[in-house]
Structures are given as C-alpha cells and as structure tokens.
C-alpha cells in the first residue's frame, strides 16, 4: 500500500473527502491535499468571496488550475487528494481523473449529505432556499460522472469516519490486488 499510487476522493458535498482524506493520509503516513484549500491558498481569498467576483465559472478554472498543479508537483511521491463536490463538472477534470489508476467515489444519499453540510455556511451553491431540492439536482447530473472517473465506490451513509477510511483501504486493496 506504501507504493500505491496517489488516492484521490470524488463524491459530493458532505461525503466526508475532507474528513476521510485527512485519516487516510495519516495512516497512510502520506502528503494530504484538499483542492479547496489549494485553490483558496493560491486565491488569497476563501471559496464563497470566489464565487461573489468571480462567479462558479471562475472558480472552476481555478479548480483545474489546482488539480493539474498539484499532480505534476507530487509526480515522484503520490499523495492523499480529497477534491471538491463539482471538480467532476468540467470534461477536462474528468479526463484528468480518468488517467488517474485510484480515484475512489465516495457515496453518501441526498438526505446524509443534507445533515452533514447543515452546519456551514461556506458552500456558496447550498445558500440557496431549498439545499435539499439543490443537493438532490447535483446528485442526479454528477452521481453518473463520479461513477465514470472511480475505479472504486465506497457508501459513507450511517458510517462513523474510522469506519468508513478502514472500508476505503479495503476497497483499495482488493482492487489493487485484481489488478495485479
Ligand atoms: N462518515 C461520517 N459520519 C458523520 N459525519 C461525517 C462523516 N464524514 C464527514 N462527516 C462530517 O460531515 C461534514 C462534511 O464533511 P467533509 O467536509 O469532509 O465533506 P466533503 O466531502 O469534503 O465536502 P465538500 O465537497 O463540501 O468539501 C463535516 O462536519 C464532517 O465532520
Ligand atoms: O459541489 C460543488 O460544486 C462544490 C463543492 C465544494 O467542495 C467546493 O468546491 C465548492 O463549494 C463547490
Ligand atoms: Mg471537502
């Protein structure tokens, strides 16, 4: 597992990529990143002040910008990469994803990741009226295309954190050993 290649998380807001990219990358003991925080940290500004300037268009080429930065700077040594909910939205993400051998999908139903990103404030597309009716409508047009980049999915609902970062090493490890 040392040696396997880069393991980058997929899936939509409040699938806990963030969360279990972190316990990954401890156990692991590899380099974690987050294109969120990478995009924020290269902005000098925060996610929500973005998208006011710059509008969701603006923020997803900052978003592509991110990915392809941080996979040619960790060519040598392959990281722990949790990505944003929408990074599967424009075709050449996903042509970059697809040419990734560990993309893992995390699943979590529209009424888990409706609890889970109750809390903050600091999704600009869930500051709307109804996040359900939102989360619901980005489930139906992204749920095919998180599918199409993973080489594996992992379900997260009803699933403690540690839970679900040990199903993903699992999932991990029996796909890498089908492959071999
Ligand atoms: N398996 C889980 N069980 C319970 N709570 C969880 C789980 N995974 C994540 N959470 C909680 O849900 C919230 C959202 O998780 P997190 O930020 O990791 O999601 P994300 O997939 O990175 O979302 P985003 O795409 O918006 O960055 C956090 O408060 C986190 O603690
Ligand atoms: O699902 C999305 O489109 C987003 C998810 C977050 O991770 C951030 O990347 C941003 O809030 C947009
Ligand atoms: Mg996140």
């Known amino acids: 597992m040392t040696n396997a290649p880069n393991i980058i998380l997929v899936g939509p807001m409040g699938a806990g990529k963030t969360t279990i990219g972190r316990l990954l990358s401890q156990s692991l003991e590899r380099e974690f990143y987050d294109s969120d ?3 924020e940290e290269n902005a000098g500004a925060d996610i929500p002040w973005i998208f006011e300037k710059e509008g969701e268009d603006g923020f997803r080429k900052r978003e592509t910008q991110a990915l392809q930065g941080m996979l040619e700077e960790h060519a ?3 990281i722990v990469l949790a990505t944003g909910g929408g990074i599967v939205m424009r ?3 996903r042509q970059i994803l697809g040419e990734q051998p560990l993309v893992v999908y995390l699943y979590a139903s529209v009424a888990q990741q409706l ?3 109750a809390k903050s404030n600091h999704r600009p597309l869930l500051q709307t009226g109804n996040p359900r009716e939102t989360l619901q409508r980005l489930f139906d047009t992204r749920d095919p ?3 199409q980049v993973a080489s594996v999915i ?10 679900v970062a040990k199903k993903v090493l699992d999932a991990i490890n029996k796909h890498l050993l089908e492959k071999s």
């Open 154 to 163: 992992v379900e997260t609902d009803s699933r403690h954190p540690k839970n």
């Open 37 to 39: 925080r990478v995009i």
């Open 145 to 147: 295309l998180y599918r």
């Open 91 to 93: 075709e050449e993400n």
């Open 76 to 78: 040598q040594t392959p």
């Open 115 to 117: 609890q889970r990103t």
